[in-house]
């Protein structure tokens, strides 16, 4: 069984929504540990609930390089096969990203290249797209740069909110990590 350790900083729905796959058997994986660089994070309580190891690894103040080393520890310590970035808001430099090289992922609110970056699916919304989506891509030094593995197209309706657009990408994100995640657990 392949294990995944899981970094995210906030809600964690993306994270919850894997750990659920794997409880019901849809995605034939581990959760072997979630990181949080935020020790606040909704998530890392999902997490515990869920009976599963919650690691909170605060980030502030430390240097990028620093902070990559702690994760790399902790990440080998759990014999982590894939990280899955799940709404974790912090960089990676090359300390992790060559030791995990090809072994990141990562999800985005927008059809990348459109939208990298903060607040994906207001700059879709603002820009006045008909169409967004979601991406699930490797992770490079580059932000929201790396290849796409799949992406989802969601539309933007009439009378939407950010709110409603934010929700509906959110609801395809989920599942769109979970195929993605079936997909690249049969190639490692
Ligand atoms: C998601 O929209 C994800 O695409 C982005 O950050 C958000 C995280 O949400 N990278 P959650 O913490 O998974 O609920």
Redesign the pocket.
Known sequence: MKKLGIL??????????IARAVQDGRLKAEVAVVISNRPE???LETARALGLQAVSLPSKGVERSAYDRQLVQVLRQNNVDLVC?????RLLTPVMIQEFAGRII????SLLPAFPGLE??KQAFDYGVKITG?TVHYVIEEMDAGPILRQTAVPVLPNDTVDDL?KR??AA??QLYVETLQDVLTKI
């Open positions: 995210i900083s906030g809600r964690g729905s993306n994270f919850e929504a994070a909704k998530g970035l799940a709404g974790f808001m990562n999800i985005h609110p994906a699916q979601c934010s990408i959110l994100e989920h």
